[in-house]
């Protein structure tokens, strides 16, 4: 039996077509209830020592797949040239 490769059907191409295009349009928004959740996990995870992974915590974050991390988008003018 020799093993064959298949090339009866187009392989997609990688970064192209549809594949990335649907990815853009499940962009999270960054709003005020988003903003919340996180902050309130977050000051119950170092308020109170509770662990990411405690039902207090995941009840907050679980319905919307969110994480305890904050993105600053402030820029640092120090370094810049």
Not at 3 to 29: C, W
């Given at each position: 039996m020799s093993s064959m490769l298949n090339t009866s059907r187009p392989r997609p191409e990688y970064g192209h077509?549809?594949?990335h295009e649907g990815a853009k349009t499940l962009a999270r928004v960054?709003?005020?209830?988003?903003?919340?959740?996180?902050k309130t996990a977050r000051d119950i995870?170092?308020?109170k020592n509770y662990a990411v992974d405690t039902p207090a915590i995941e009840e907050i974050?679980?319905?919307q797949s969110?994480?305890?991390?904050?993105?600053?988008?402030?820029?640092?003018?120090?370094c810049q040239y």
């Amino acid at each position: 039996m020799s093993s064959m490769l298949n090339t009866s059907r187009p392989r997609p191409e990688y970064g192209h077509g549809t594949r990335h295009e649907g990815a853009k349009t499940l962009a999270r928004v960054d709003d005020e209830a988003r903003r919340w959740n996180v902050k309130t996990a977050r000051d119950i995870i170092y308020s109170k020592n509770y662990a990411v992974d405690t039902p207090a915590i995941e009840e907050i974050l679980r319905p919307q797949s969110l994480v305890p991390t904050v993105v600053s988008t402030k820029i640092d003018t120090c370094c810049q040239y």
